[in-house]
């Protein structure tokens, strides 16, 4: 990138010439271009990576208007897709930056390209079923990953974590992290979901229903998330595979649990995609077309 001396000195400081010739040469998949995602990307521009592809179905709606970085009042609702407002704002940010905007759901044959040509994974979702997904995609394309996630389980009870999933050394799998109910009721057909619904008395779409999310929360997550994304490109140190954001003690936790030392997803699929078959998904037409 030209004029790297200049634009990237004050990071150059923190870790070299080297580091920041790193981020240059780093191209990034991050699937989820909403709340969570727009920062992070902001992050990515700033930062110098060389590509950044934003992978999201949805467009923007009113109630994304107080949390999503580079939206701004005049843009069209509904007319106005998520990864063309990321990809603009990395692109206002730093014009050498490559963009490639994929308005596909992450079940599609573009992001299950761009996973396989990224050299790193970061997802933003609100749900632990696409979680699942990209935590194994990750795995057996032997990428990087890194999952945010915010919360507000309850009033009072806010914050997130974030996740870093390197070299089949833990994930969400083998570290806990996923409902296995949500992710099994986000693999169900339309069919299974009315038919579990009736037996159990669940109201069709209760347990979709999204909660409170705001900005600053959203930003906390999304700058310790580009912190580990930095220190583990430039070589600074090694990312944390853990981290959770109590928002409401004002404290950043790191875990010390370790993973699982038999993960089937670390230690099985990792690095073997004929074995693993995850493209399997692609032919699940509900999954393809829906989330």
């Known amino acids: 990138m030209s004029g790297m001396s200049d634009r990237y000195h004050r ?3 923190l870790f070299g010439a080297e580091g ?42 009113e109630t994304n208007r107080n949390r999503f970085v580079g939206a701004r009042f005049d843009d069209p609702v509904p007319g106005s897709a998520k990864v063309d407002l990321v990809c603009r704002t990395v692109k206002e940010i730093n014009p050498e930056v490559d963009v490639q905007p994929l308005p596909f759901n992450l079940v599609s044959a573009e992001v299950f390209a761009a ?16 979680r699942a997904i990209l935590n194994e995609l990750s795995a057996v394309y032997d990428k990087p990953y890194i999952d945010l996630a915010s919360d507000v389980p309850e009033p009072g009870i806010y914050g997130g974590r974030v996740c870093v999933s390197l070299n089949g050394n833990g994930c969400l799998e083998c570290m806990g992290l ?24 669940i109201p069709q779409g209760a347990l979709e229903e999204k909660g409170p999310s705001v900005s600053p929360i959203n930003g906390v997550i999304a700058s310790i998330a580009a912190t580990e994304f930095m220190v583990a490109v ?29 993960c089937p997803i670390c230690k099985g699929i990792r690095g073997k995609p ?18």
Not at 237 to 262: C, F, H, I, M, N
Not at 274 to 291: K, S
């Open 234 to 262: 430039t070589g600074m140190r090694e990312p944390t595979r853990l981290q959770e954001y109590r928002g409401w003690e004002s404290k950043v936790l790191v875990s010390k649990d370790e993973p699982t030392a038999d």
């Open 11 to 13: 990071s150059m400081l």
């Open 115 to 130: 996973a396989r040509e990224a050299d790193w994974i970061v997802g933003c979702f609100d749900k632990d079923g696409p």
């Open 274 to 291: 004929q074995e693993a078959d995850v493209e399997r998904y692609l032919r699940l037409p509900h999954l393809r077309f829906g989330e």
């Open 20 to 61: 920041q010739q790193r981020l240059c040469e780093t191209s990034v998949l991050l699937v989820g271009a909403g709340g969570l995602g727009s920062p992070f990307a902001q992050h990515l521009a700033l930062l110098g990576v060389k590509r950044v592809m934003a992978a999201d179905a949805e467009e923007l709606d």
């Open 178 to 201: 996923l409902d296995r109910r949500e992710v099994r009721r986000y693999f169900e057909t339309p069919e299974q979901r009315e038919r579990e619904d009736a037996i159990y008395g």
